[in-house]
């Protein structure tokens, strides 16, 4: 088992928001660690494959000798290893709560996001977007339960839900700019809204989320080429 003081490297790419859950975590434990980019369209390196053999995708965190896979898994092993400015609530319940979120963003509300600008034809793209909204109506109430009237998900610094659910922030506004609808807005989600901007304007986040134009182009390259790739 690595010691705490050990050499910390993260392998993953910039555009990545489950990559983003591990640099911000990092970020707010204060823990120095270098980050090796990975050029996934270019071809795996042999540092990722050989440290997920399994997956043989990002975030890991190599930790000493240690490797670590899947960014929700790196999370937790994070807040274990570096226990000061604690990330998952103490509280039993709230943390249970905090993992539902998590798993509901992950398995249902961001694929429809995903949904919105890989949908052919407009009857796959309203029900990608009716999805999304229907989404976050709900993690506005949760919000409202989880934050207890304070900044963040975590109450007064973020937390676990706030990282999960803020690294999409950034493909968030890339959808919203490529389809030209406003997914958060003062009507639907006044909350979410502003907890957006507090997140995105965090010291621990601010350097490492993508500027929307950046990650627009890129997304659009990402786009030609599943396209491009015949189908079976």
């Known amino acids: 088992m690595a010691t705490s003081d050990a050499e910390v ?30 050029r996934l369209w270019e071809g795996k390196s042999e540092l ?3 440290s997920n053999p399994v997956h043989r995708k990002v975030p890991v965190l190599i930790h000493g000798d ?3 896979c899947e960014s929700l ?20 319940h709230e943390r249970a709560t905090a993992r539902f ?11 429809s996001l995903r949904a919105i ?13 009716g999805q999304v909204e229907e989404g976050l109506m709900l993690l506005e109430e949760a919000f409202d339960k989880c934050s207890q009237g ?29 389809s030209g609808i406003k997914l ?13 901007d507090r997140f995105c304007n965090d010291a621990a986040v601010k350097d490492v989320m993508p500027e929307t134009e950046k990650l627009a182009e890129f997304a659009k390259m990402l786009r030609g080429r599943v396209r491009a790739t015949p189908k079976s």
């Open 66 to 68: 240690d490797t670590i």
């Open 73 to 92: 898994i790196i999370v937790q092993y994070i807040d274990e290893v570096w226990p000061s400015a604690p990330i998952l609530p103490s509280d039993p």
């Open 184 to 196: 958060l807005n003062e009507i639907n989600t006044p909350a979410l809204l502003k907890w957006a």
């Open 48 to 50: 990722l494959l050989k």
């Open 101 to 111: 979120w998590a798993a509901y963003l992950d398995d249902k509300w961001f694929p």
């Open 150 to 178: 304070q900044a963040f998900f975590g109450k007064d610094q973020i937390g676990y839900l706030d990282i999960t659910f803020g690294c999409f922030l950034g493909w968030l506004r890339v959808t919203e700019k490529m």
């Open 117 to 129: 600008g890989m949908a052919e034809g407009e009857d796959a793209r309203k029900a990608a977007i």
């Open 9 to 38: 490297k993260v392998l993953g790419t910039w555009a990545s928001p489950f990559v983003m859950r591990v640099r911000i975590a990092m970020n707010i434990k204060s823990v120095a660690y270098e980050f090796h980019q990975e």
